[in-house]
């Protein structure tokens, strides 16, 4: 018996540490009109983004998993005899939590307990990294509650999406609106702030706007891992991460956007994650 | 101010209460008589901030202060400490906030004064110095500081003297402290002129002598190099009371023969509100706020010929607002920013990007520091960045946080390049601290640009400028100097040294440039590779560009 972590596809969580630490990961759904994708199952992300980009789709739609599928996941685990640490996006973006939370009333007997994150993307991946790492070297269920917790309340996500078209259609704009609009282009560096997208500052050009990111991750270090949210291969995301490297001990975490975030966010975007011990 | 009573002084008695008003309103006069000499007086051969305007419409306030006593009683402390309030709300212009800092320092040396004499003004003169000083978070020499400085040390050993002698003895100790002003401040020297305020001060001084002597006194005014042709007036200039701040904003020039500037001044006040009419028989400047500008203009027309016109519907403005702002004002926010606009197009990007409250005024309109309050009341937050955007409107900005009585941070941009930045990282989200943190860093991370024509003939940071010549200042000195307006913002970006991936915004001017601003965009993609181009309708008045590097 052993406490395991479950976890939604928006924490974008790379494959290889997802596995190497028994995460297991429920797939939100991506639709190009009629037509559902499991995320990172029945559509990669690079298939995602090329589709998004090729102009011949109408804007896709998100979709929260079904309880069926949290039940499925819950029941093979706790079959196993195994207690569940859930580690959920906000739950002001996504209803994924009301699946997960339906799933838990239709297993009773099951010892489950649900983490509202209020965030998404790599920043909850890294809260669910260290959940798992948690779990990994042995702590009691409610250590590792209290470890997911308390990482929701101490990471911070910052990001750039290239325009903001994306987050405005995809209805997660959240108290950023405001910014849509208006003469001027403008770069936004939002912010996830109480489980929503809040506009943090804003910056004329995209040069300008990654140095901000790196001005935000250096001025409160060093920090207990350090992440960063791409899409693609670019230079400032590789010199990004160059720069976040000296923040932490700890190797940088780097998340390549997901199909369901991109969604969102659209191409293009690039953020930085950052927890705090 | 046009008509002083002509009370001879028949004794050499102390003044009373009502005499001090009527020598401050002779000051008053001379400095309007003067008004355009002072203007001259700038720098910088482009439509600046006007001291002359600036000055005589501080010094106007202080004469119409709400707070003197009834017209024939008050003592001499009351008078003066209703003058200094006046003042204090009516400045605008640095020069504005300067002179009343000066009358607030004079207040308190008069505070106990039932009369004034001549050792009154002694005391006076030495505490208005003081408060200049004090006023000015770091203050320069070679400025109207000096020259007030001057007149106090001029008198500080008199005693015994009647105010003639002491008010004599004062206007030459400034006068002398005017003339050295170009040795102390390598600027002036540069440009062939002396300081305007010091100017301004000189010429209220000379005004009060007058008046205790019953003789006129002449006043000789340096022109700067290059001269200042007398008919042409170079710039318009603008001035906003609280009062009417709807309908048109109107000014224009008449140039005519034997013009009757006190029968136009008289015309034009029974036609509009807050009226500014100013010039000599040649040339007459008129600046109005009226329901309908067209009877003003056909009024110009019918004395001469009409030049540099310059309209603004206030009320489109204030309708623009309101539209965009709700109605919302009764909810009093936590953090607001209330920034200063001199077109309407600027106006609209401040607004879009989340300004509470916009005060119209910028290089030829410094709008008073009652107006600012005013528009920090409106803003209805617990905290309020003022964004003055012209670094002569810093000082009437810091004059209404004082009056304020919420919290007030006055975030200095001098520019409208550095003020957008400066708003776009305003964050209502962060506390009061970490905003004026985050907005200072965002003003010293930008260059500001502005292309100009020259008012007049001058070389300066050893470039020759003609008058008429298109100019480009980069960071506030002087970059280039060509035939056009394209020219001279090309060899501007040239001294700039854009990187790869620089954008820069065009702000156009009031005017026609639309194809020129587009041309002007081609031309700097094609010269710089990797340079991004953005041409915005600013509206601003007398630049043809407004430009942002970053």
């Known amino acids: 018996m052993a406490v395991k972590i479950v976890t939604d596809s928006t924490s974008d969580l790379p494959e290889d540490i997802a596995e190497k630490l028994g995460v297991t990961v429920v797939p939100l759904s991506v639709f190009f009109g009629e037509q559902a994708y499991k995320d990172g199952v029945e559509i990669t992300r690079e298939q995602f983004f090329a589709r998004l980009t090729s102009g011949k789709e109408v804007h896709p739609r998100t979709s929260q998993p079904s309880v069926e599928d949290f039940v499925a996941v819950y029941k093979e685990l706790t079959g196993q005899g195994h207690e569940i640490v859930s580690v959920h996006v906000s739950d002001k973006m996504s209803g994924t939590m009301n699946s997960a939370r339906l799933a838990q009333a239709e297993l009773p007997d099951a010892k489950i307990t649900l983490v509202d994150t209020g965030l998404a993307a790599l920043a909850l991946g890294l809260v669910v990294k260290f959940t798992a790492e948690a779990a990994a070297a042995g702590k009691s269920f409610d250590e590792v509650v209290a470890a997911a917790k308390e990482a929701s309340g101490k990471t911070r996500c910052y990001f750039v999406p290239a325009t903001l078209e994306f987050l405005q259609k995809g209805g997660r704009i959240g108290k950023a609106g405001a910014i849509v609009g208006g003469l001027l282009s403008i770069k936004p560096i939002l912010a996830v702030i109480d489980g929503e997208v809040h506009s943090f500052t804003k910056v004329r050009t995209a040069s300008k706007a990654v140095a901000k990111l790196r001005e935000i991750a250096s001025e409160d270090g060093p920090y207990a891992e350090v992440g960063i949210i791409h899409e693609g291969q670019s230079e400032s995301a590789a010199a990004l991460l160059a720069h976040l490297e000296s923040l932490s001990d700890k190797p940088v975490v780097s998340g390549q956007i997901g199909a369901v975030v991109g969604v969102h966010t659209g191409p293009g975007a690039i953020g930085i994650v950052l927890r705090k011990a | 101010m046009a008509d002083i009573p002509p009370i001879q002084l028949t004794d050499q008695s102390p003044l009373t209460g009502d005499q001090y008003r009527q020598m401050f309103a002779a000051g008053t006069h001379y400095v309007e008589q003067h008004v355009e000499e002072i203007n001259a007086l700038n720098v910088f051969p482009v439509p600046d901030g006007d001291t002359g305007i600036n000055m005589l419409l501080t010094l106007r306030a202080a004469n119409e202060s709400k707070e003197l006593p009834p017209v024939g009683s008050g003592t001499v402390a009351e008078v003066s400490t209703g003058l200094s309030r006046g003042a204090l709300l009516g400045a605008r212009g640095n020069s504005g906030v300067i002179f009343s800092q000066f009358m607030k320092g004079i207040a308190e040396g008069l505070a106990s004064a039932e009369t004034c004499d001549g050792a009154d003004i002694v005391a006076a003169l030495t505490c208005a110095a003081a408060a200049g000083y004090q006023a000015v978070g770091t203050p320069v020499e070679g400025t109207m500081l000096t020259v007030m400085r001057g007149a106090a040390e001029g008198v500080a050993s008199m005693t015994g003297c009647t105010t003639a002698d002491v008010l004599t003895a004062a206007l030459s100790a400034a006068s002398a402290a005017l003339v050295y002003t170009p040795e102390q401040l390598p600027i002036l020297k540069e440009a062939g002129v002396v300081d305007a305020g010091g100017q301004g001060v000189v010429a209220f001084l000379a005004g009060a002598l007058a008046f205790v002597t019953g003789v006129d006194v002449p006043l000789e005014i340096m022109t700067p190099l290059g001269g ?27 140039i005519g023969e034997g013009l009757d500037v006190d029968a136009v001044r008289e015309q034009v006040g029974a036609m509009a509100g807050s ?109 309020t960045f003022v964004l003055p955007n012209n670094p002569n409107i810093v000082l009437a900005a810091h004059q209404a946080a004082e009056l304020a009585d919420s919290d007030v941070t006055v975030i200095a941009s001098r520019n409208i390049p550095q003020g957008i930045a400066a708003l776009l990282a305003f964050n209502p989200d962060l506390n009061a601290e970490g905003n004026a943190d985050s907005m200072r860093s965002a003003i010293t991370d930008i260059r500001s640009g502005e292309v100009t024509t020259a008012v007049r003939s001058t070389t300066l940071d050893g470039m020759a400028v003609a008058e008429g010549q298109a100019i480009a200042l980069l960071d506030g000195s002087l970059a280039a100097a060509a035939a056009t307006a394209n020219e001279a913002l090309i060899a501007m970006l040239d001294v700039a040294e854009l990187e790869d991936g620089s954008l820069v915004t065009l702000y156009r001017g009031a005017g026609d440039f639309e194809e020129l601003a587009a041309e002007a965009a081609g031309a700097i993609t094609a010269r710089y590779a990797g340079v991004e181009v953005e041409v915005i309708d600013g509206g601003q008045p007398h630049y043809t560009y407004l430009v942002s590097i970053e």
């Open chain 2, 228 to 254: 200042v042709a007398g008919g042409n007036v170079s710039h318009a200039f603008l001035e906003h009371t609280e009062e009417d701040m709807y309908g048109f904003c109107t000014q224009f020039v008449v």
């Open chain 2, 275 to 383: 009226t500014v009419v100013i010039g000599d028989d040649r040339t007459v400047r008129v600046h109005a706020h009226a329901e309908n500008p067209g009877p003003l203009l056909s009024l110009g027309v019918s004395l001469g010929s009409v030049d540099q016109i310059n309209i603004q519907n206030m009320d489109l403005q204030h309708q623009q607002f309101m539209a965009l702002h709700g109605y919302t004002q009764d909810e009093q926010t936590a953090l607001a920013v209330v920034v200063v606009s001199p077109g309407d197009g600027l106006t609209r990007v401040f607004h879009d990007q989340g300004a509470a409250q916009v005060v119209g005024g910028g290089q030829t309109m410094n709008p008073s520091a009652a107006e600012l309050l005013s528009a920090i009341q409106r803003a209805n937050a617990t905290h």
